[in-house]
């Protein structure tokens, strides 16, 4: 599976410079739906879910690696 299917990716919009949208802990990207539009038109759009998270493969959450932030 790649990165982009495993969390879930989303690119849109248009322009010559990216602007990554990442959620914070509780969430997913759907907390940025209502804020890429404003930035679709002048800059391609990129957000994904974090591992464990949305509708990122559930499989690659290792509860053991991601207990402490060295993971």
């Not at 940025?32 to 994904?48: G, L």
Request: proline residues 3%; hydrophobic residues 35%.
């Amino acid at each position: 599976m790649s990165v982009l299917q495993r969390n879930n990716v989303t690119v849109s919009g248009s322009g010559r410079r990216t602007i990554v949208f990442a959620h914070g802990f509780g969430c997913d990207q759907q907390a940025w739906k209502d804020v890429i539009p404003a930035f679709s038109t002048e800059y391609r759009t990129v957000a994904f879910d974090h591992v464990g998270a949305g509708q990122s493969d559930l499989s690659g959450f290792d509860p053991e690696k991601y207990s402490s932030l060295h993971g």
